[in-house]
């Protein structure tokens, strides 16, 4: 069975998602929901249906659902599709707070609907590649990473009242992907500390954050995040995955161990020829992995869950994971202070 996949939510990302429901050789288009009329124009570019809610959805039968309304309308979105018994994929964050993302984790627990984040990043091959070789020992036990996410958002991005105001900025729009994708590489973080600045723009949001990230297995990690600044560390100008964004060979992921390092996103493996020493020279290696749209294998994995084949890649409670991350730095710079994060998904 090719599974039905009705997409809520015609913007930015929404039409993307359209486009490779459309496109992929694992999934129909269901329908397009919006009450917008930019959804009857998204969906007539598919040849598919247009719906305004959810309940108008129904009549085009959906197996499933990819959410990719605004944050604040996530958590009674995916309760509806959950209610619905339809499987839902959720554009991250998977809410705009913690208690919202618990919520709605608990009710598909409980009803037994697959929940799945949109943290895209994790289904591209070099993401996966990258975890594969931590896994397997190619830079030993590690020990410390450094992400950096440098770019200049242009003046006219914040013509936009909102990304001015708190619950924007980039270490909630952006950072969550590079949270993401550490906790994918690197496992669960336990305590973080943070300052931040918006000394360029002096908008109500943060431009500039610094993060140290405590992992559970002992990784101690920093992670920087500028949007105001001309440069060309990030994962959108290095990983070449979105082509809105010119790429620049340059690596945005540093991740030590014991007996070698890895770089990201050009999987440049350095580990010692013989005697681990500063004085001795290093063996370097760059694995070439065929580049695949991460968001078109998100679709097709989506399809698999929705026949019951696997289990989510991203599950709910993995947005809602890397969300409380999230949340504990907004807090720690706010207050100037350590947030434990505990193992019960809590705080303390
Ligand atoms: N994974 C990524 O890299 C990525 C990139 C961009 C955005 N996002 C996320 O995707 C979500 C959407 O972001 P965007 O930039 O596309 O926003 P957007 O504002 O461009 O689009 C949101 C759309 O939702 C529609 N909408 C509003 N209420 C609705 C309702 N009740 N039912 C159905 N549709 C409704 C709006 O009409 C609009 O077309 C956000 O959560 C954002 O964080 C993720």
């Given amino acids: 069975m090719t599974p039905r996949i009705a997409v809520m939510g015609a913007g930015l990302i929404g039409r993307r998602h359209a486009m490779h429901v459309a496109a992929s050789p694992d999934a129909d288009l269901a329908c397009v929901i919006d009450p917008h009329p930019v959804g009857r124009d998204v969906a007539a570019e598919y040849g598919a249906p247009w719906a305004a809610s959810l309940d108008q959805a129904l009549a085009y039968r959906p197996d499933g659902v990819i959410v990719a309304?605004?944050?604040?309308?996530?958590?009674?979105?995916?309760?509806?599709?959950i209610a619905a018994n339809l499987p839902v994929l959720v554009e991250k964050p998977l809410c705009d707070s913690v208690a919202d993302a618990e919520r709605l984790v608990a009710a598909a627990d409980a009803a037994g609907v697959p929940l799945l984040t949109g943290h895209h990043r994790r289904h591209n091959p070099l993401m996966q590649r990258a975890r594969q070789m931590i896994d397997g020992g190619a830079i030993g036990r590690p020990l410390v990473a450094n992400a950096m996410f440098w770019v200049h958002k242009p003046d006219d991005y914040f013509d936009v009242a909102w990304r001015r105001e708190k619950g924007a900025g980039p270490v909630f729009l952006n950072l969550i992907h590079d949270i993401d994708n550490l906790r994918f590489l690197l496992g669960d973080i336990t305590a973080v500390t943070a300052a931040e600045s918006n000394g360029a723009r002096g908008h109500a949001v943060e431009d500039t954050s610094v993060i140290l990230l405590e992992f559970a297995s002992g990784v101690l990690a920093t992670a920087?995040?500028?949007?105001?600044?001309?440069?060309?560390?990030?994962?959108?100008?290095?990983?070449?995955?979105?082509?809105?964004?010119?790429?620049?060979?340059?690596?945005?992921?540093?991740?030590?161990?014991?007996?070698?390092?890895?770089?990201?996103?050009?999987?440049?493996?350095r580990r010692a020829q013989g005697e681990r020493s500063w004085y001795a020279p290093l063996e370097t290696s760059r694995e070439k992995v065929p580049a695949e749209d991460p968001l078109a294998r998100q679709v097709s994995q989506f399809a698999r869950v929705i026949r019951g084949e696997e289990a989510p890649l991203v599950s709910g409670r993995e947005g809602l994971e890397t969300l409380r991350v999230i949340e504990a730095v907004k807090q720690s710079a706010a207050t100037g202070t350590r947030i434990v994060l505990d193992p019960e998904g809590g705080r303390s």
């Fill in 69 to 81: 309304t605004p944050n604040g309308m996530h958590m009674q979105h995916g309760l509806d599709c």
């Fill in 224 to 269: 920087s995040v500028c949007d105001a600044t001309v440069a060309a560390w990030s994962w959108e100008a290095n990983s070449g995955e979105n082509p809105a964004y010119p790429q620049v060979d340059q690596d945005c992921y540093l991740i030590g161990g014991t007996h070698g390092s890895l770089a990201l996103p050009s999987l440049t493996l």
